[in-house]
């Protein structure tokens, strides 16, 4: 039972465009949720978070959406550069609890 | 300089002979655990600890072993490795099991 969902495996986007990576969750408890991303032979770093009682939150060029109501967030990166081709996990907890990872979304940004 | 280390980072083995995968972190961090990434499955954790000599059980426990004698030490034994333990593992570290984890550099281990 995959409790956080990523079901784009993979998102293609040109340089300085918008790019919008999105996850779903199924359980509504989920208070606190972030956005790791990860480049091969890595491991995976954080990127930007937003606890349930916002539904924004922005870092630069990276912007989280929360829609508890659909639950459903979204990542949003523009303009989008080159380097930020990688893998995008988003990951929820609830209570101070375990961290559920998503599948990951592999985002390739090119010229 | 903050940061989570693994041993080794890659790793080819036979199925049967125990191994020992290392993880230290130096942020004093109480919160440590295991992944492993597969294909398709995202990042799935194996065990974690919320401090030294208490550790239990993640989403995938079996086949796999941890002890927690110091904070900053989280080593993952296999003790009877199979091929379906192929894979990619990440070990992190946090202040408390739902915060923000810093993750090691990934052991890519290969079981024969």
């Known amino acids: 039972d995959q409790q956080v969902k990523q079901n784009s495996p993979s998102l293609s986007v040109q340089e300085g465009r918008i790019s919008i990576l999105n996850c779903d969750y199924t359980?509504?408890?989920?208070?606190?949720f972030l956005w790791y991303k990860k480049y091969p032979a890595e491991g995976p770093t954080f990127l930007i978070s937003?606890?349930?009682?916002?539904d924004k939150n922005e870092d630069g060029r990276f912007t989280v959406f929360l829609n508890k109501s659909a639950k459903h967030l979204s990542l949003h990166i523009v303009p989008s550069q080159p380097g930020d081709s990688a893998v995008y996990f988003c990951?929820?907890?609830?209570?101070?609890?375990?961290?559920?990872f998503g599948t990951g979304t592999r985002l390739q940004v090119f010229p | 300089e903050a940061q989570v280390t693994q041993n080794p980072r890659y790793l080819i083995t036979v199925t049967g002979k125990k191994l020992t995968v290392t993880c230290s972190q130096n942020?004093?961090?109480?919160?440590m655990s295991w992944y492993r990434q597969d294909p398709g499955l995202g990042l799935r954790q194996i065990y974690y600890?919320?401090?030294?000599?208490?550790?239990d059980k993640g989403d995938v426990p079996e086949g796999y072993k941890v002890s927690r004698k110091e904070k900053r030490n989280f080593p993952l034994i296999l003790e009877s490795p199979s091929p379906n333990q192929t894979s990619l593992y990440f070990c992190?570290?946090?202040?408390?099991?739902?915060?923000?984890?810093?993750f090691g550099p990934g052991t890519r281990l290969l079981v024969l």
């Open positions: 992190a570290s946090s202040l408390s099991s739902g915060g923000t984890q810093y």
């Open positions: 359980n509504s408890m989920f208070d606190y």
């Open positions: 937003i606890s349930s009682i916002k």
């Open positions: 600890s919320m401090n030294v000599e208490v550790t």
């Open positions: 942020m004093n961090h109480e919160y």
């Open positions: 990951a929820a907890s609830w209570n101070t609890d375990k961290l559920i």
